[in-house]
């Protein structure tokens, strides 16, 4: 494990968020490398700071007025009376600004993961990141995945279609290990991230520009899948529709 590489996996570290063999793997690293130890001291003391400072966040007005906006309105019943039940405690109104904050949130998480998604893909930029296993052999990607994780990600060689598969890597999005699959369409690189969610019904794609990124993402066969690039909207819509057809022609990669 390169220093580059336990940087990133720190926070999760001190988080408790990593499996046995990949904390065992971080904690060897550290042990050995005094800088990284420097750095694990820093952020363990942050966020023992963190801990004890006062940090009680006051929510804004704006999320009130989300969840008024998205309250129905009633017969008999204003959304100002719900919202005053809701105040006082009453069940009913608990649980129906539950579920209205339940679809706040989620906005939230999603937004949140797809920050998360354009921070991977630029880490993969820099020297020595973009891949664990280089080949463009799809037989010999796939493969590689094997036991390292929960799910091997679908590796479909796109090459004939414009789209030149150029290897894949380990990496970790919203505290989890998951695969990436890289591409690259002329001098733009694609990382395809895949994560397994079983219960997760079919989406259809769309695209959305994050902190100037293209990110398509969707859902298909129990998997969650991103595409990130800085290929223009059009082809990187052009890229997934293509892997999804594929996927479908040869069950799941």
């Known amino acids: ?9 720190l926070h999760a570290l001190i988080d408790g968020e990593l499996d046995a063999g990949h904390a065992r793997e971080v904690e060897n690293h550290v042990a050995a490398c005094s800088r990284c130890t420097a750095e694990l001291k820093v952020y363990r003391e942050m966020k023992a700071q963190m801990a004890t400072a006062d940090m009680r966040l006051t929510a804004p007005p704006r999320l009130r007025q989300r969840i008024e906006a998205a309250i ?4 008999g019943t204003s959304r100002r009376s719900l919202l005053a039940g809701f105040a006082m405690g009453s069940a009913v109104s608990a649980i129906a600004a539950t579920g209205l904050v339940a679809i706040v949130l989620r906005d939230d998480d999603e937004q949140r993961i797809a920050s998360e998604v354009v ?4 880490r993969s930029l820099q020297a020595g990141h973009l891949t664990d296993i280089l080949s463009t052999d799809q037989h010999t990607v796939k493969p590689w995945f094997n036991g390292r994780l929960d799910v091997s990600p679908p590796v479909i060689d796109l090459t004939a279609l414009g789209f030149t598969l150029i290897g894949g890597r380990l990496d970790y999005i919203d505290g989890r290990a998951i695969g990436a699959v890289v591409y690259k369409r002329r001098a733009h690189v694609i990382n395809l991230f895949v994560a397994q969610t079983p219960n997760a019904t079919h989406s259809a794609a769309r695209t959305e520009d994050v902190q100037g990124f293209n990110i398509r993402r969707w859902r298909d066969h129990g998997l969650s899948l991103w595409a990130v690039s800085d290929l223009n909207a059009d082809e990187l819509a052009e890229f ?14």
């Not at 494990?1 to 996996?9: F, G, P, R």
């Not at 997934?240 to 990669?253: C, I, L, P, V």
């Open 240 to 253: 997934s529709d293509k892997f999804e057809k594929a996927m479908q022609t040869n069950g799941n990669g």
């Open 119 to 122: 921070s991977a893909h630029l």
């Open 1 to 9: 494990m390169t220093c580059d590489e336990a940087d990133i996996l």
């Open 72 to 75: 129905p309105q009633s017969r």
